[in-house]
C-alpha cells in the first residue's frame, strides 16, 4: 500500500524560506510521479510542482516566479519542496500526492495523497 507522509511547513515571514518533504513508501514500481499542490482558503487546490521519479524530470509553473523548487533525495524516496522569497499569498495547506506515470496538474488523478502541511505567511 502507498503512503505518503509529509513534514515541514509552519508559519514564516515573508521573504523567508521554506522546506517540505514527503516521504514515499509503498511503490512497487519505479515510474511515478510526486506533484505538490496548494489550497488557500475558497480556492481550489492547485498544483505548484511535480516530479516524475523514474527519469528525475521537474515541472513547476512560469507563474511562480522560480520561487519554487522540487527535489528528492539519493533513496529517491523523498521529495521535498523548497520555497524561497514566500509571500503572504502563499499561505495555503501544502500536499503532495502520487500517481503512477506522468505528471499532471489534474488533482483528481492523483490516488495517493499526503496528510497536508499548513504554511502561513506572515507580512
Known amino acids: 500500500e502507498v503512503h505518503l507522509v509529509q513534514s515541514g511547513g509552519g508559519l514564516v515571514q515573508a521573504g523567508g524560506s521554506l522546506r517540505l518533504s514527503c516521504a514515499a513508501s509503498g511503490f512497487t514500481w519505479r515510474d511515478y510521479a510526486i506533484g505538490w499542490f496548494r489550497q488557500a482558503p475558497g480556492k481550489e487546490r492547485e498544483g505548484v510542482s511535480c516530479?516524475?521519479?523514474?527519469?528525475?524530470?521537474?515541472y513547476v509553473p512560469d507563474s511562480l516566479g522560480g520561487r519554487f523548487t522540487i527535489s528528492r533525495d539519493s533513496a529517491e524516496t523523498t521529495v521535498f519542496l523548497q520555497i524561497d522569497n514566500l509571500k503572504p499569498e502563499d499561505t495555503a495547506v501544502y500536499y503532495c500526492a502520487a500517481k503512477a506515470s506522468y505528471c499532471s496538474n489534474l488533482t483528481r488523478i492523483y490516488p495517493w495523497w499526503g496528510q497536508g502541511a499548513q504554511v502561513t505567511v506572515s507580512s
Open positions: 516530479m516524475r521519479l523514474s527519469d528525475g524530470r521537474t
